[in-house]
């Protein structure tokens, strides 16, 4: 079989999962560090066809990367806050605008585009009161892009995961 033709069968549609992809994908949002061997062990699979199933769930963007999960508060970063934005005018060259802003703000964790009042709900990480008070006045405020910013500072962190809620049932 022609090499395009095997990459299009083993291309995995977003709802065609099936039961040991899910499971593998489980393993790896709960420690990414599982080596091929271990994943095979615990959902009793050969080594071989583990690594070709998660090489093929990385080739297809399903899995995205591997992180290191840091502890904010442990790093220096224990403020977390939520900044909503309202664009000061509401065309392409401003988003764009705004989006370059984003990508350059290493504090700015998750940047989203939103329905209803406001334009953009951002989640940023501050040391302390005095970053964000500087972030939001000396960074967001003066920008050509930005209108108005309304912040939240988060008090407890109930629940805080990127895991999506993979099921094998």
Do not use: W
């Not at 999960?69 to 900044?83: H, P, Q, S, T, W």
């Amino acid at each position: 079989m022609h090499e395009t033709c095997i990459m299009e069968a083993e291309r995995v549609p977003d709802s065609d999962l099936d039961k040991t992809d899910r499971k593998i994908l489980a393993l790896l949002q709960e420690d990414a560090r599982l080596t091929n061997n271990d994943i095979a062990e615990r959902i009793h699979l050969s080594p071989s066809q583990c690594s070709r199933r998660r090489a093929r769930l990385e080739r297809e963007g399903v899995i995205a990367g591997y992180h290191a999960r840091l502890d904010g508060e442990k790093a220096g970063f224990g403020l977390v806050n939520f900044i909503s934005v309202t664009l000061a005018t509401h065309n392409r060259n401003n988003a764009a605008r705004f989006a370059e802003l984003m990508a350059r703000l290493p504090e700015v964790q998750e940047a989203h585009a939103l329905t209803g009042e406001m334009d953009y709900i951002l989640r940023v990480v501050t040391r302390d009161l005095r970053g964000l008070s500087d972030f939001v006045n000396e960074t967001l405020l003066p920008h050509e892009a930005v209108q108005n910013v309304k912040t939240s500072i988060v008090l407890e962190t109930l629940k805080d995961t990127g895991a999506l809620p993979i099921g094998f049932d």
